[in-house]
């Protein structure tokens, strides 16, 4: 979806209803600097004021996300584009938070590792030194409990024995053993417990 087409299509159906930004804010309950943002390209409308958006502006959701009007002979073509840029974009977002995730890991790990060595060649055998060991490994648990929300919120879970793809709650994925970003997980669709590989699409 390209954001500045976008913005420009909201600016021309705003004016076209002869409504300044502020305006549009006032019917739509958020700041006129929002606006300004969509109108810039610099952010897109949240899906929950769309539909709201689109009444007003007297346009549908697609013609919104596709930065101009159509007419029916080409809707379904361009229907089938959007689905096809919304899905890349997705696909585009999962792989940089899965990236992210793991940096923070290795970040961490690496971090882990440093620590212990400096706690245990630099600090003097005895209370201070368990009380250091024992902080590190805490502040290294706090990135890993972040890299695991990061994880779960992209992809799902693929299920060794039907291969039904699961999407866990956090505490589904955090109570579940694993080994890397594979985790023992009950299907609900099988209702058997299996070792599930973690895949980007849904």
């Not at 502006?57 to 379904?76: F, H, P, R, T």
């Not at 970040?107 to 620590?115: D, Q, Y």
């Not at 799902?156 to 109570?175: D, F």
């Amino acid at each position: 979806m390209n954001q500045t087409k976008i913005g420009k299509f909201i600016a021309d159906c705003r004016k076209h209803k002869s409504l300044t930004q502020m305006q549009l804010a006032e019917k739509l309950g958020i700041t006129d600097r929002a606006i300004s943002k969509w109108e810039r390209g610099r952010a897109m409308p949240d899906p929950s004021i769309m539909l709201e958006l689109c009444d007003i502006l007297c346009i549908n959701v697609n013609e919104l996300l596709s930065g101009e009007k159509i007419n029916m002979e080409n809707n379904n073509e361009k229907n089938e584009q959007l689905l096809l840029e919304m899905a890349k974009e997705l696909e585009k977002k999962n792989k940089t938070i899965w990236s992210a995730m793991w940096v923070i890991m290795i970040a961490s790990i690496i971090g882990l590792l440093g620590g212990l060595v400096v706690a245990a060649y630099l600090i003097p055998k005895g209370v201070w030194q368990l009380v250091t060991i024992l902080g590190i490994c805490i502040v290294f648990l706090i990135p890993c409990f972040y890299a695991l929300k990061l994880e779960v919120s992209v992809g799902a879970y693929k299920c060794k024995n039907c291969g039904y793809e699961i999407v866990p709650t956090y505490m589904q994925a955090l109570n579940a053993p694993h080994r890397g970003t594979t985790r023992y997980l009950k299907c609900p669709k099988c209702n058997k417990r299996t070792w599930c590989k973690k895949v980007l699409k849904k």
